[in-house]
């Protein structure tokens, strides 16, 4: 791929352009696109990074002779705006000094790195005191960053505002339908709105005059109409269906066929949650020929809130935040097209292993809240609680053998102290054993035991209400251990029976330890007799 002019590209047949969405400061997702997805990429070391003061830092290196063109779509930086998010990072300027870095490999290589500005780049850049959208550990580094002109300036110079490929316009936003009146606008090419993108952000102070052409270009934002709002603003196309005519003129005039946007988390959407998703049907490929690819996957955290009331439901919109990319194709690969040079997208252009932003860390890190501590990571993200009462649950269940409900409000109720959730249950099992006491018992099973020397031999008969239930291993589990129980204690009546410390466990006597498999069994269970053989 070679440029004709300022963000006017020309592919060539054995280009492998991939195109990546919002990005949104997440280093953990950047690797695996990067290295995973892309395989342009190599973690060359581990390191502790003292300038960001980030531990266990992964250190990406293009891979040699690697010709890969990898194309961002803007919104690399700003993870959230709420706080104690699974994965609160300090990467935005990171990421970005690590692009351009890697951009500079790639070209050496035969290879390049596109960065496209979205509307957060631009905010912090125009307004680098907004920290709205920072994360709390970003604040100080992004205020220094972006108010250091020579960091501005070089970002810039290595990115754009938009880019044409071929007869593909790449944005991060899109254009809006009234997003400047025609004569106006069809003064300005691809090229020259990136001339007056690098002039304009340049050396920039700040913007004094509101009616100039560049405010109007990259800053103006009317919050009652998505469709006059900036190229780094336009919401027109990134929700629902659209208008697959009016985007074919639109796209005319800048002598474009096709547009790939991101800056549009499908997954907010209650109707049509997605991933990559395309729109506008354009061929009779077989698996279709698109005008419109979004390639937004939601990565920001903004749209998360660490609270009761709402974790749960944001935390099942992950399910659609996976991390993908899309592998743009080219007529000329088809065996039918040998005379026609020309990039297209469509669903078998997505590569994905599945796995979202959330699950990856998770899988890297550990699944409880100890195992970040051990990588410096203090997460104060509600799912660990979720995670750990899931866990606690099964731990609960199979010790007491009480059922899921019982266990997680035994939990609850024990503010998750499992010795003391064991005494609410067993507490419990006593309420609902004697609920049971006076019901007719018909079933049952005798238990036999003979002592290892062949001098002690014990008969129970233990009875319950069912065959169903006699037959269960807790039932049998129970005869046996009365069987044990007699043999070692030698009791003279079923009533001294109930009332001896069980053998296994002193804290609770024989009564207890049948009052409890009572309760998770359901069924009235009596002893109705013993007897003790010896010689």
């Known amino acids: 791929m070679h440029e004709i002019n300022n963000g006017v590209f020309k592919s060539d047949i054995s280009d492998n352009i991939y195109v990546i969405g919002d990005i949104h400061g997440d280093y953990q997702c950047l690797i695996h696109c990067l290295v995973d997805l892309c395989e342009s990429c190599h973690i060359s070391k581990i390191y502790n990074d003292e300038l960001f003061n980030t531990d266990n830092r992964e250190y990406l290196e293009w891979i040699p002779n690697n010709k890969a063109i990898i194309i961002f779509c803007g919104d690399m930086i700003h993870r959230k705006r709420c706080n104690n998010v699974l994965?609160?990072?300090?990467s935005d300027i990171f990421i970005?000094?690590?692009?351009?870095?890697?951009?500079?490999?790639?070209?050496?290589?035969?290879?390049?790195?596109?960065?496209?500005?979205?509307?957060?780049?631009?905010?912090?850049?125009?307004?680098?005191?907004?920290?709205?959208?920072?994360?709390?550990?970003?604040?100080?580094?992004?205020?220094?960053?972006?108010?250091?002109?020579?960091?501005?300036?070089?970002?810039?110079?290595?990115?754009?505002?938009?880019?044409?490929?071929?007869?593909?316009?790449?944005?991060?936003?899109?254009?809006?339908?009234?997003?400047?009146?025609?004569?106006?606008?069809?003064?300005?090419?691809?090229?020259?709105?990136?001339?007056?993108?690098?002039?304009c952000f340049t050396n920039l102070k700040h913007f004094d005059d509101k009616k100039n052409l560049s405010y109007s270009l990259f800053i103006k934002y009317d919050i009652h109409n998505h469709k006059t709002h900036n190229m780094f603003w336009c919401r027109e196309w990134g929700y629902g269906e659209i208008e697959c005519e009016k985007l074919k003129i639109l796209l005319n005039k800048i002598k474009c066929k096709k547009m790939i946007i991101s800056h549009c988390p499908q997954f907010i959407n209650p109707n049509k949650p997605q991933m990559i998703n395309f729109e506008c049907n354009c061929g009779e490929k077989e698996n279709g020929e698109y005008l419109l690819a979004r390639i937004d996957l939601g990565m920001s955290r903004c749209f998360d809130y660490n609270d009761e009331t709402s974790f749960i439901p944001n935390l099942s919109k992950n399910h659609y935040r996976k991390m993908a990319i899309l592998k743009l194709k080219n007529n000329n690969n088809d065996s039918n097209n040998n005379n026609n040079n020309e990039l297209y997208f469509n669903h078998s252009c997505v590569?994905?292993?599945?796995?979202?932003?959330?699950?990856?860390?998770?899988?890297?890190?550990?699944?409880?809240?100890?195992?970040?501590?051990?990588?410096?990571?203090?997460?104060?993200?509600?799912?660990?609680?979720?995670?750990?009462?899931?866990?606690?649950?099964?731990?609960?269940?199979?010790?007491?053998?009480?059922?899921?409900?019982?266990?997680?409000?035994?939990?609850?109720?024990?503010?998750?102290?499992?010795?003391?959730?064991?005494?609410?249950?067993?507490?419990?099992?006593?309420?609902?054993?004697?609920?049971?006491?006076?019901?007719?018992?018909?079933?049952?099973?005798?238990?036999?035991?003979?002592?290892?020397?062949?001098k002690v031999g014990v008969l129970v008969s233990l009875a319950c209400e069912t065959d169903f239930v006699a037959k269960t291993d807790d039932f049998q589990t129970l005869g046996k251990e009365l069987t044990l129980q007699i043999a070692a204690n030698k009791p003279s009546s079923i009533a001294e029976l109930l009332d001896q410390e069980y053998v296994r466990d002193p804290s609770k006597k024989i009564s207890d330890l049948i009052k409890e498999v009572i309760g998770k069994l359901g069924e009235n269970i009596q002893v109705i007799d013993f007897k003790v053989v010896g010689v």
């Open 87 to 90: 994965d609160d990072e300090c």
């Open 96 to 199: 970005l000094l690590t692009l351009i870095r890697l951009k500079e490999e790639a070209i050496l290589n035969g290879g390049n790195v596109i960065l496209i500005s979205g509307n957060h780049e631009i905010m912090n850049i125009s307004q680098p005191e907004n920290i709205m959208y920072i994360s709390p550990k970003n604040i100080e580094t992004n205020l220094k960053y972006f108010n250091d002109k020579n960091f501005v300036n070089k970002y810039i110079k290595n990115s754009y505002a938009w880019i044409k490929l071929d007869n593909i316009l790449i944005t991060h936003a899109g254009l809006c339908s009234e997003y400047l009146d025609n004569d106006e606008f069809e003064k300005y090419s691809i090229n020259k709105i990136n001339d007056e993108y690098h002039k």
């Open 351 to 454: 590569i994905t292993k599945k796995i979202s932003c959330m699950q990856y860390l998770l899988l890297k890190y550990g699944y409880y809240k100890k195992d970040w501590h051990k990588h410096g990571i203090n997460s104060n993200w509600m799912g660990f609680r979720y995670i750990n009462s899931i866990e606690n649950i099964k731990k609960l269940r199979e010790e007491t053998g009480a059922g899921v409900a019982d266990c997680r409000q035994a939990l609850e109720e024990a503010s998750g102290d499992r010795d003391e959730a064991i005494k609410i249950l067993r507490k419990k099992g006593i309420e609902k054993a004697a609920k049971k006491e006076g019901r007719e018992v018909k079933a049952g099973s005798v238990f036999s035991y003979v002592h290892h020397n062949g």
